[in-house]
């Protein structure tokens, strides 16, 4: 589903945030990314999705390789990934519904199918009642709940989660957690980026640690490993 | 790839939407439009007319040839040939001195018609030229034939009349090629800033997976709305006003040589261009600024 080989990112400033990654993950699996700060997680986050591009090396989701992925076939990857961010990155003047309609919408869906994609995926993250509000009018909970709504409403293959629970406070950040969980089962890959300890801890899938640009462990149930 | 109709229609829907969704940004927009395209709809009703006046002060300039006396008539027929095949030359008038003298007592009064008896006057040619700003170089030509005894043109004063116009013409060209530079500037900035204000926007359509068609056109139309939007005051602003003025000042300046250019087609002319600047400006101010936020 997902191969790094040999990825290697340097940054205009001199700093290498990928020293040669090699790393392969399988569809339906739900893997952690951790790590100290700056040890170059969000860049091989960033990297899945195309929102940095290797200086060598490739990386291949779904038989697309990213690193030689023209700029123009860029949003069809997208449309494969689905992405959740720490700020959940909503658009504040649409409403909870046109949020997630909106992914819809770019990839030319039928107004029916938008309505029909879009009420399920609400259904499931519990927002039914609250479609017609705005994101500021929602908790940081439920603004994730949208995030990841709009994430999978067009069921992607693959959802990057770069610390979804980072702004939420313990019992929300597993509400969230249980919601990815949801989605996981359904058979969709999910990578996440995260610093929090407890749920790494506790709901033990495979563990990839980053430091210094590498990967200095992988392993299937393991636990945080770093002081949070 | 044929964009569909559905999504063609959801541009539009979403540009309108847009415009009520950034409301401040959008009268913002809107007045910096307004306000330019005024300045620029006053600075060509100027403009225009200053060289419709100079149009007419150029179109007054004529070549006077005086004819030999003792050319006889079939002398002035062939001088009058010459004159019509020369190069440049748009018409030729043939007046007579008996007529001359009717226009000189016209001016001057009675007392000239004792000349009647013994008319010291010469026939006349009155020639124009296609180009007044040939009118020196014709009238040195027409200068040279046989029977062209003296010509008559403002010589020395119409170079400097000419080299005034055309002072005056350029410096208005140029002044309003600038104008139209700063409006450009003005309104594709203030677009700019709009479309700054939403880059959070545009970055969410792109992690979504839009194309960059897709997220360029809505703000395309949107900008295409903007430049429309503001371009309506200034053409009923400079409708009304110059219809208005015309009524005023067109009785006074009756049988002066000054006349203002007529309401139509000059109005319709304007307002076309001043919708098309909205509207050109518009797009284009949206399209470099939507197009910086595409490539981050």
Do not use: C
Request: charge should be neutral; hydrophobic fraction near 45%.
């Amino acid at each position: 589903m997902i191969i790094m080989k040999k990825v290697y990112k340097k940054y205009p400033n001199g700093v290498v945030a990928s020293n040669g990654i090699n790393i392969e993950i399988k569809r339906g699996e739900f893997v952690f990314v951790v790590g100290p700060s700056g040890a170059g997680k969000s860049t091989f986050i960033k990297m899945m999705y195309r929102e940095e591009v290797p200086t060598s090396g490739d990386i291949i989701i779904d038989d697309i390789n990213l690193a030689t992925l023209r700029n123009s076939q860029v949003p069809y990857l997208r449309r494969k990934v689905g992405v959740v961010f720490q700020d959940f990155k909503l658009l504040p003047k649409l409403n909870v519904y046109e949020n997630i309609a909106f992914a819809l919408e770019v990839i030319e869906e039928s107004p029916e199918q938008i309505r029909k994609k879009v009420n399920d995926v609400l259904g499931l993250v519990g927002l039914t009642h609250k479609s017609r509000m705005f994101p500021n009018e929602l908790s940081g909970g439920e603004q994730q709940r949208v995030s990841i709504a709009r994430s999978i409403v067009n069921t992607p293959k693959v959802v990057i989660a770069d610390e979804p629970t980072g702004n939420l406070d313990p019992a929300i950040s597993w509400e969230i957690m249980e919601m990815l969980e949801r989605i996981n089962a359904r058979g969709t890959t999910i990578v996440m980026a995260t610093h929090n300890k407890e749920i790494v801890n506790t709901m033990k899938h495979r563990v990839i640690a980053i430091e210094g640009g590498l990967i200095t462990r992988d392993e299937v149930g393991g636990g945080y490993g770093y002081e949070s | 790839m044929a964009m569909k109709a559905r999504t063609f229609r959801r541009h539009l829907r979403e540009s309108f939407k847009s415009l009520d969704r950034n409301r401040w940004m959008t009268l913002a927009s809107v007045s910096a439009v307004t306000v330019t395209l005024l300045l620029v709809g006053v600075f060509i009703v100027l403009m225009m007319n200053l060289n419709k006046v100079a149009d007419d002060i150029e179109k007054d300039v004529e070549i006077k040839v005086l004819i030999d006396l003792a050319a006889d008539e079939s002398a002035v027929s062939v001088l009058e040939q010459k004159i019509i095949e020369t190069n440049g030359v748009e018409s030729i008038q043939f007046i007579s001195n008996a007529e001359e003298l009717e226009k000189m007592i016209k001016g001057y009064g009675d007392e000239l018609g004792l000349y009647k008896q013994d008319n010291p006057l010469r026939h006349v040619f009155y020639v124009k030229a296609s180009n007044p700003q040939q009118t020196a170089t014709i009238a040195k030509e027409i200068g040279l034939y046989d029977d062209a005894y003296k010509v008559i043109y403002g010589e020395g004063k119409i170079e400097k009349l000419f080299k005034v116009l055309n002072t005056g013409r350029n410096v208005g060209l140029v002044l309003i090629v600038a104008l139209f530079f700063t409006a450009m500037f003005l309104i594709s900035n203030t677009i700019r800033i709009t479309i700054v204000a939403r880059g959070r926007e545009i970055e969410i359509m792109k992690l979504v997976g839009a194309t960059r068609n897709f997220v360029r056109i809505p703000f395309l139309f949107e900008g295409m709305w903007l430049g429309i939007l503001g371009a309506i005051l200034p053409m009923l602003i400079m409708t009304i006003t110059y219809f208005n003025l015309y009524e005023f000042l067109e009785p006074k300046l009756e049988g002066e040589f000054l006349q203002l250019l007529s309401v139509t087609p000059f109005i319709y002319q304007l307002n076309g261009l001043l919708l098309f600047m909205g509207l050109f400006i518009g797009v284009w101010g949206s399209f470099i600024s939507v197009q910086k936020f595409i490539k981050a």
